[in-house]
């Protein structure tokens, strides 16, 4: 019995769709990925100033979800640290505007800081 000879790209193309968007390492990855991006993230907003009543397990479900959005797990394994630091921090930033009352208005969206008695504060005469 004779087998069909299998090139190194036939081999590489198999494995690649093994692993593919969708496959079930992606999604044990990608499910990895996120549950310890979210303990990461609970674990660093303990040191974090924040008024009572905060729910930080929420905001970082919701910024490791919105970071992940669209990413496949080969693009999640190979970002590197500072992107996947700016990409972090803009999509905090997004869910604390979005689930903390208030945090619209001390972080605006544009990412500067509102300071008190610049012309938009000012009252009117």
Known sequence: MTYPKITAATAS?????ACGSGSAFDNSFRESYREQAIEGCVQGSR???APAGVDFQRICECAVDRHMEGKTATELMSEDQAASRAGAQE????CVREIVPGAA???PADGTTPV???AGDKPAN
Do not use: W
Not at 13 to 17: E, G, K, P, Q, V
Not at 91 to 94: G, H, R
């Open 13 to 17: 193309a198999i494995l690649l769709a």
């Open 47 to 49: 040191t974090a100033p």
């Open 91 to 94: 999509a905090t930033m997004q």
């Open 105 to 107: 208005a001390m972080a």
């Open 116 to 118: 008190a008695g610049s």
